[in-house]
C-alpha cells in the first residue's frame, strides 16, 4: 500500500518529501506540504523554488547542483533523515519526482503535489485538459512537437525559457502553420502573471519570463507539413535516395512489426530511417535504433527523424552483424537491407528478446533465398507483395509494377530463447 499523504515522514523508512510549489510560494500550499518543509532537517530545490518558500524552512536550504545530478547522489547520501525536496507544480509531471522514484521505494516518500502548469493555462485558456495535446519541450527538442500539428487542434507545450515561445513560431512557419494563433502564459500563479498572444507569423514578443508555456490553436496557411496517424505515410514528406521502403510495403510491414506501447526496435539497414520513424509515431513511449553502413544515408537518417518529431531515434553507423554487439535487446526487428550478408539474421534472432517480433523483407534472389531457408529451419509466415502504380504510357495510362518484396515474419518463443 502507499504511504498515506501525512507531514510525519521523517522515519526510517518514509524520511524524504516531495512538496510541489507554484509561483505564489507557501500561499498556495495546505497544511501538510508546509509541515514537510518547516519539519525538515534539509531542504533541497531550485533557487527560485528555495526564495519561494524561505519563510517556511528552518533546516539547510540546498540549491541543486549546476550541472543537474539525476542519480541524486546529495539526496540519497542523506536517506533516513528528514529531508525535504521542492519541485514545480505537480513533481510527478515531468518532474524532479520522477527522477526521485527511479532511486527510491513508494513507502520512503510522501508526495504534496501542487497544480501543474498544463493544469493552471488549461483553467486560464477554459480548454478542457483531457482533450487536447500536452507534450514538455523543457530541456527536449522543439521538433517533439511536429507530430501534434494537426489543423483545428490545441496544444500546450512547456518550454525551457524566454527563447521557447519563438523557437515554436519559427518551426511553425516552416511547416506551414504560420497561421496558428499563439498564447505565451508567463508565470502563471504568481504576481507577475502575463498572457499575451500573437500568430505565429506575426511573432515579434519580447521580455519573455523563463517560466512559460505555450499554447496553440493549430492552423494552417497553406501547404502544411501534416504528419497523418496512419502507418505509410507518403514517400515524398522523407528525404531519400530511392533506396527506402514504399509506402505501401512499409504499411504492411508496420503492421506485421505490431508496435506495443514502450518497445525498442531494431531498423537494420535503416536507409532512410522510414521504419524507425513510423515505429517511434506510434506513441511517444516508442523507442527505435536504426543500423546503417552508409554515412550519407545514416546523416539522412537522423534529418529525417528531426523532420517527423522523433530526434530521439538513435543511428549507429556501422555494418551487421558486428555494429549489433552490445546494443539493447530490442521487442522488435526489421531487416531491410544487408539481411543477405553472413550472420546477420542470425544474430538478429538471437538477440531478440522472448516473444519479440522479426520481420524480413527481400527484393533480391539471394536475400529471398535467405528468407526461405530460414522459414524451412524456424517456422514463421511468408508473403509475397506486389504494387502497381498507374502511370503514363503515351497519352494513356498503364500499369507500371514495382519489384515484388517476400516478407517474412516470426515471432521468437521460449525454446528460441
Known amino acids: 500500500m502507499p504511504p498515506e499523504s501525512r507531514a510525519d515522514h521523517a522515519t526510517a523508512d518514509r524520511w524524504l518529501s516531495i512538496v510541489g510549489i507554484g509561483e505564489d510560494g507557501i500561499a498556495g500550499l495546505g497544511e501538510n506540504a508546509r509541515q514537510a518543509i518547516g519539519s525538515a532537517a534539509t531542504v533541497f530545490g531550485g533557487r527560485r523554488h528555495l526564495e519561494l518558500a524561505q519563510a517556511m524552512i528552518r533546516g539547510d536550504a540546498r540549491p541543486w547542483p549546476t550541472p543537474f545530478d539525476p542519480q541524486m547522489r546529495d539526496v540519497l547520501a542523506l536517506r533516513g533523515t528528514p529531508v525535504c525536496v521542492l519541485a514545480s507544480g505537480d513533481p510527478f509531471l515531468f518532474g524532479v519526482g520522477v527522477t526521485l522514484s527511479r532511486h527510491l521505494e513508494p513507502q520512503e516518500y ?50 525551457s525559457d524566454g527563447r521557447g515561445p519563438a523557437d515554436i513560431a519559427r518551426l511553425l512557419v516552416e511547416a506551414g502553420f504560420g497561421a496558428s494563433v499563439l498564447t505565451v502564459l508567463e508565470a502563471l500563479g504568481g504576481e507577475s502573471e502575463r498572457i499575451r498572444t500573437t500568430n505565429a507569423s506575426a511573432f515579434t514578443l519580447e521580455d519573455i519570463s523563463e517560466l512559460n508555456l505555450v499554447a496553440l490553436e493549430v492552423r494552417a496557411d497553406g501547404p502544411a507539413r501534416v504528419l497523418p496517424l496512419s502507418t505509410g505515410l507518403d514517400d515524398h514528406l522523407f528525404e531519400h535516395d530511392g533506396q527506402m521502403t514504399k509506402r505501401e510495403i512499409r504499411a504492411v510491414t508496420l503492421s506485421a512489426l505490431a508496435p506495443r506501447r514502450g518497445e525498442l526496435l531494431w531498423d537494420i539497414g535503416a536507409g532512410s530511417g522510414s521504419i524507425g520513424i513510423e515505429w517511434m509515431l506510434r506513441h511517444p513511449s516508442m523507442r527505435a535504433i536504426g543500423i546503417e553502413a552508409n554515412p550519407v544515408r545514416a546523416a539522412r537518417a537522423q534529418r529525417n527523424a528531426q523532420a517527423f518529431g522523433v530526434p530521439g531515434l538513435s543511428i549507429v553507423e556501422g555494418t551487421a552483424p558486428a555494429a549489433l ?93
Not at 546494443?327 to 516473444?355: H, N, Q, R, W, Y
Open 110 to 159: 510522501a508526495t504534496f503535489p501542487a497544480p501543474s502548469a498544463f493544469s493552471l493555462a488549461a483553467a486560464r485558456l477554459g480548454w478542457t485538459l483531457q482533450d487536447i495535446e500536452t507534450v514538455s519541450l523543457h530541456g527536449r527538442p522543439v521538433d517533439l512537437i511536429r507530430p501534434l500539428l494537426h489543423p483545428g487542434r490545441h496544444v500546450l507545450a512547456l518550454t
Open 325 to 417: 554487439v552490445g546494443l539493447e535487446p530490442p521487442d522488435a526487428i526489421f531487416i531491410g537491407g544487408g539481411g543477405s550478408e553472413p550472420g546477420v539474421l542470425e544474430t538478429a534472432m538471437d538477440c531478440l528478446k522472448p516473444e519479440g517480433r522479426l520481420v524480413a523483407n527481400a527484393v533480391t534472389l539471394e536475400m529471398e533465398a535467405v528468407l526461405l531457408a530460414a522459414q524451412a529451419r524456424h517456422g514463421g509466415h511468408l508473403i509475397r507483395l506486389q504494387v502497381s502504380r498507374a502511370e503514363p504510357v503515351g497519352s494513356m495510362q498503364g500499369w507500371r509494377s514495382a519489384m515484388p518484396v517476400t516478407q517474412w515474419t516470426w515471432q521468437k518463443n521460449g525454446e528460441d530463447a
